[in-house]
């Protein structure tokens, strides 16, 4: 029996894990006068689009001695960048982003940041997910290096003319009856490449991480141990089985193919966590109202969430922890989601009609502000180890070869294992 968009929700909300819904973020909503003083500046790194831009200049005008400087990279090259810098000590930017796939990695080294319960942080600890604060906090529970920033959730994005085009349903209640697994989904893939002679699907890599993010247990169980045949197993023989199907794009994230994809047409449907949105709006303005959003493939997971953290390297501790508090404030982290997408990692703000009556008309009035929230008051985030993030990459770097065809995939689950461990035994 097919179900709707608002059935798959409903049913989504009654199978989530129960979680406190706090009351709203009360701290400081206003940014306040900068004290006097010389001219500083405060570098933020990150990757992709964080809603920061427009904020900038909101904070600038309300503290006239703080100048912020914006650098975004690529997303695994910064996470290096900041690992170097740590170990050089120095060379960190004043405000460093850090991705939950990263996280342990980092945290593991909290002397080498902030402790931002010494700046006041603890008060935030009952506004977010619970799951969520305990991710940037060191394992002995005395040292927070980070403030989420967002939470991933999961979706599917998809190009409605693209689809109409192929002879495919384009309401989003039909397309998320279309694949209710990912069975299903590498078929309707293969009907649309058919049909079309065009790819479907983005990357390998852009399922694999997907459906990775919906098993039980990830790369490594919370002893740190791999654990490749459990959910790593699952998500690399459904990723082979849709490049083997033909209907990838083969492209890498966020290099310029990539980029060029959204408005090309080189693929029709992406994995769409709500930090996607931001990048697709940015990347593709000239497509508004060409894209919608329907459900995933074998139901809820989380791919990504972000942190700001302050590497303790700063000359500027006092200033970074102003702006990142102000940053997580409701106002802005509101402003952001109707923005870029990223949604909030405080509950309360799912239930207040800023962001659940939003519809996003980029994405043909699709009911984000409904969307996301349901995913992200379901999830039961997997355990990332020290070296999830570095062993993403080792596995993301074999699917490219059975994609470029310089591994056969019969040979490729043992490449990968081995790489895996190359990784995990450094």
């Known amino acids: 029996?097919?179900?709707?968009?608002?059935?798959?929700?409903?049913?989504?909300?009654?199978?989530?894990?129960?979680?406190?819904?706090?009351?709203?973020?009360?701290?400081?909503?206003?940014?306040?006068?900068?004290?006097?003083?010389?001219?500083?500046?405060?570098?933020?790194n990150f990757w992709g689009d964080f809603g920061l831009q427009d904020l900038k200049a909101t904070y600038e005008a309300a503290n006239p001695n703080i100048r912020i400087q914006l650098n975004s990279g690529e997303y695994n090259a910064q996470h290096e960048d900041l690992q170097k810098k740590l170990v050089a000590g120095n060379g960190a930017a004043d405000i460093a982003a850090v991705d939950e796939g990263f996280m342990v990695q980092f945290r593991s080294q909290s002397d080498k940041f902030v402790n931002l319960l010494d700046k006041g942080a603890g008060s935030y600890e009952s506004k977010y997910l619970p799951w969520k604060w305990k991710q940037s906090l060191s394992a002995d529970g005395k040292t927070q290096i980070g403030l989420g920033t967002d939470v991933g959730g999961l979706a599917m994005c998809y190009r409605t003319d693209l689809f109409k085009a192929a002879g495919l349903p384009t309401d989003r209640d039909q397309v998320s009856a279309l694949w209710p697994t990912w069975d299903?989904?590498?078929?309707?893939?293969?009907?649309?490449?058919?049909?079309?002679n065009k790819k479907f699907i983005d990357a390998g890599t852009n399922l694999f991480n997907p459906i990775l993010g919906q098993q039980p247990v990830g790369f490594y169980n919370d002893q740190d141990q791999l654990q490749m045949e459990q959910g790593p197993k699952v998500a690399f023989d459904y990723t082979v089985k849709a490049i083997q199907a033909g209907i990838s794009a083969n492209l890498v994230s966020f290099q310029a193919d990539w980029d060029k994809g959204f408005?090309?047409?080189?693929?029709?449907?992406l994995a769409c966590p709500a930090w996607m949105l931001g990048h697709i709006q940015q990347t593709a303005p000239g497509t508004e109202g060409k894209w919608d959003i329907a459900a995933v493939p074998g139901g809820g997971g989380n791919w990504g969430g972000s942190f700001l953290t302050i590497p303790k390297q700063t000359k500027h501790a006092d200033e970074a922890y102003k702006l990142l508090e102000?940053?997580?404030?409701?106002?802005?982290?509101?402003?952001?989601?109707?923005?870029?997408?990223n949604l909030p990692s405080q509950p309360a703000l799912y239930t207040d009609p800023a962001i659940t009556e939003f519809k996003n008309p980029f994405f043909s009035g699709a009911p984000v502000g409904q969307i996301f929230p349901t995913m992200a008051q379901g999830l039961t985030p997997q355990y990332l180890g020290k070296k999830n993030g570095p062993t993403r990459v080792a596995v993301e770097n074999v699917i490219r070869r059975v994609e470029n065809k310089t591994l056969k995939p019969d040979a490729a689950w043992a490449e990968t294992v081995k790489e895996a461990e190359k990784v995990a035994t450094s």
């Open 1 to 44: 029996m097919k179900r709707s968009w608002r059935h798959w929700a409903r049913a989504a909300t009654a199978g989530a894990v129960g979680l406190l819904m706090v009351a709203g973020c009360s701290g400081r909503s206003s940014t306040g006068d900068s004290s006097s003083g010389d001219v500083v500046t405060l570098k933020i």
């Open 184 to 196: 299903t989904f590498i078929e309707v893939g293969q009907q649309y490449t058919t049909k079309t």
């Open 263 to 269: 408005t090309s047409g080189a693929f029709a449907v």
């Open 326 to 341: 102000w940053l997580v404030q409701p106002e802005q982290q509101v402003e952001i989601f109707k923005k870029v997408g």
